[in-house]
């Protein structure tokens, strides 16, 4: 069973940048795929980003597309969300999921991000 850890939420001012971390116990095997997701009090998580662990090749929400990057480290199992450019809406705690198959089946516990205005 894959452990997530997510870290690198804070508080900002809108217009400025964080950048996520989430790092898993084991290896990824290459057909899984890393998440990022999104809930804001009272409404849904949503996807924000994807990576595929294989190649690479990435997913963006259409609301951050061009602001946020989605990478990773191969050698330290690690996944960054790169999130430039914040507004006030991206509020919300950021959670990093893992999917081995159809669904994401594995969760972290979450990282407040704050955007102040």
């Known amino acids: 069973q894959v452990q997530l850890v997510e870290s690198g939420g804070g508080l900002v001012q809108a217009g400025g940048s964080l950048r996520l971390s989430c790092a898993a116990s084991?290896?990824?095997?290459?057909?899984?795929?890393m998440g990022w997701f999104r809930q804001a009090p009272g409404k849904e998580r949503n996807l924000v980003a994807s990576?595929?662990?294989?190649?690479?090749?990435?997913y963006y929400g259409d609301s951050v597309k061009g602001r946020f990057t989605i990478s990773r480290d191969n050698a330290k199992n690690t996944v960054f969300l790169q999130m430039n450019s914040l507004k006030p809406e991206n509020t919300a705690v950021y959670y990093c999921?893992?999917?081995?198959?159809?669904?994401?089946?594995?969760w972290g516990q979450g990282t407040q991000v704050t955007v102040s205005s």
């Open positions: 999921a893992c999917r081995p198959g159809v669904k994401y089946n594995y």
């Open positions: 084991e290896r990824p095997f290459s057909s899984y795929t």
């Open positions: 990576i595929r662990w294989s190649d690479g090749s990435t």
